[in-house]
């Protein structure tokens, strides 16, 4: 009978604790998201300010929205056409992919003062300017896909442009066959590169303004990506549709989804942001959402203007 006894007793001293997910780095279990505004016609591009307030755009009704903490969304303008992914560049100007404009713009948040930067390439316009990523020299990277957003023709391959700080706009990759999100690192040494139409994303080194090589394939997701965002530790969070959010690890390993479980159905683009940049914001069909997590957004921030 003793002997019977420490038996039990080693047992259940030695019973494994639930593992746990690997998920669980970036978000505490069962968290779900918070939905901040609703009744858009199709929301995209989040943009982050130097103090965490977001804009987001409603390409269907070409609107752009403002977020700040804890406060109700308001519009920024409705004056947008087809208003897609967007970022805040150095001077505290949105600028904006103007999809079914074919171009895109700089909007000063204060004035509303707009400019154009770049609207076509070889005397031709542009498919559907889609997603953009600005980096340290105050250039940009964008995709040009045709999602047919207002029925409008492919003129040209769907490829990826740099413009210069001059204006100067070059074709910079031709690998994809439907080009939607794009991503530099804060440091502006790696380019990230989603193919909508093949589920690959794509991996560059960055040795200058508008210079990328090294092409590899970095990771494939489940479902078509889009719009992405990082983190401070370098892991990549790819908006896929109807999957959620996928993420990945630096070296391109999964790291989980933030998806149903999480009372997330849709994403169609990414942003951290919120105080601490301790927010992760989604825009997902007629909805804007948010979800605290336990680490922060990686890409930077350059301009807090609030309008």
């Given at each position: 009978?003793k ?9 259940v001293?030695?019973?494994p604790?639930?593992a746990?997910?690997?998920l ?5 279990p069962?968290?779900?998201a918070?939905?901040?505004g ?9 943009a982050v ?11 269907a009704?070409?609107?752009i ?8 969304v308001?519009?920024?303008t409705d004056k947008?056409t ?11 100007e ?24 770049t ?12 997603d ?9 990277y ?29 074709r910079?990759?031709?690998?994809c ?30 040795t200058?303004a ?36 996928e993420i990945?690890k ?5 790291l ?5 479980q ?13 105080p ?24 930077p921030?350059v301009a807090?203007?609030?309008p």
């Amino acid at each position: 009978m003793k002997n019977f006894l420490m038996l039990s007793l080693v047992i259940v001293i030695t019973i494994p604790a639930l593992a746990q997910s690997p998920l669980d780095s970036i978000i505490e279990p069962n968290t779900k998201a918070v939905i901040l505004g609703t009744g858009y016609g199709f929301c995209e591009g989040p943009a982050v300010d130097g103090v965490g307030n977001i804009y987001f755009s409603d390409g269907a009704k070409d609107s752009i929205h403002f977020y700040a903490y804890a406060r109700p969304v308001q519009l920024f303008t409705d004056k947008s056409t087809d208003a897609n992914g967007m970022m805040m560049n150095a001077a505290g100007e949105l600028v904006v992919c103007e999809g079914a404009a074919f171009q895109v713009v700089a909007i000063n948040t204060r004035t509303g003062e707009r400019r154009v930067l770049t609207k076509g390439i070889d005397d031709k316009r542009f498919n559907e300017p889609n997603d953009i990523t600005i980096d340290k020299w105050n250039g940009f990277y964008f995709t040009d896909p045709n999602y047919r957003h207002r029925k409008q023709e492919t003129v040209m391959k769907e490829d990826v442009y740099y413009v210069a700080a001059d204006g100067t706009t070059t074709r910079v990759s031709t690998v994809c066959k439907k080009p939607n999100g794009i991503l530099l690192s804060a440091d502006s040494k790696i380019l990230y590169l989603a193919d909508n139409g093949t589920n690959i994303i794509y991996r560059y080194d960055v040795t200058g303004a508008g210079k990328i090589e090294n092409e590899k394939e970095f990771t494939k997701t489940q479902s078509g990506p889009d719009g992405m965002t990082i983190d401070k530790d370098g892991n990549l969070y790819i908006a896929c549709g109807g999957n959620g959010v996928e993420i990945f690890k630096p070296n391109g390993e999964p790291l989980g989804t933030i998806g149903k479980q999480n009372d997330v159905s849709y994403v169609s683009n990414v942003v951290f942001g919120g105080p601490g940049g301790k927010c992760l914001y989604m825009t997902s069909g007629n909805k804007f959402l948010g979800i605290q997590t336990k680490t922060t957004g990686g890409t930077p921030v350059v301009a807090t203007v609030v309008p």
